[in-house]
């Protein structure tokens, strides 16, 4: 079983939706969790930090769900420029490796 | 500005050549690593290193090394290229802060392709 699981979508959403992502971690030492954003052929790049009590950033929010060991990403009124991959990132628990799931492809239309 | 690069954005090598893949980092982070990236697979470890001439093996260690004489660069070297590592490869770094890690960033990626 991977550690860190996303569904890989892709997420063909209209300008304006409201999408959400999951995605769960089998650690449950898991200290650190993040959300990357990684544009076709360019490096990830950081989106935001998750935090315990979650977190928002403009139309971005965040949240962790230690019982349920998964974290979500929910993007409001969603651009064009929205479209790309989201990797969720997991360090900690006796590691300081980050691990990634494989992304999760979101697509905005017009 | 945090930095990390890699010293080729594409690269072309033929079969059985000696590859290195340089990467730089100017934030005197402690931790780098290698990862390659191949659609549907996502990222996966190659080799990672937490201080100078420290380096473990990551997930698919197979067909490479790795050097880190100076705690800035990290070196990844395929010692000799197979088509089957065509890939894009991903340099990143991090500090170390207590038990906890902060973001990773990542150079620009080399896009390798073995022919």
């Known amino acids: 079983r991977k550690e860190v699981e996303q569904d890989p979508g892709p997420f063909n959403v209209p300008e304006g939706a409201t999408v959400a992502f999951n995605c769960t971690y089998s650690?449950?030492?898991?200290?650190?969790f993040f959300w990357y954003r990684q544009d076709c052929r360019k490096e990830p790049k950081l989106l935001m930090s998750v935090y315990s009590s979650g977190n928002e950033d403009g139309r971005f929010t965040a949240q962790l769900n230690r019982a349920s060991q998964y974290i979500s990403l929910l993007i409001r009124d969603s651009k064009l420029s929205d479209s790309a991959t989201y990797l969720c990132v997991v360090n900690g628990g006796g590691s300081y490796i980050p691990t990634f799931g494989r992304g999760t492809s979101l697509i905005v239309h017009p | 500005d945090v930095k990390v690069t890699q010293s080729s954005r594409y690269l072309v090598k033929r079969t059985g050549e000696k590859v290195f893949l340089e990467c730089v980092q100017d934030m005197d982070h402690e931790n780098m690593f290698w990862y390659r990236q191949d659609p549907g697979l996502g990222l996966r470890l190659i080799y990672f290193?937490?201080?100078?001439?420290?380096?473990e093996k990551g997930d698919i260690p197979e067909g490479y090394s790795v050097s880190r004489e100076k705690k800035e660069r990290f070196s990844l070297i395929l010692e000799s290229a197979s088509t089957n590592q065509t890939s894009m490869y991903l340099c990143?770094?991090?500090?170390?802060?207590?038990?906890?890690?902060?973001?990773?960033?990542f150079g620009q990626g080399t896009r390798l392709t073995v022919v």
């Open positions: 290193s937490y201080d100078v001439k420290m380096k």
């Open positions: 990143a770094s991090s500090p170390l802060t207590g038990v906890l890690n902060t973001e990773a960033f």
């Open positions: 650690n449950s030492a898991s200290q650190s």
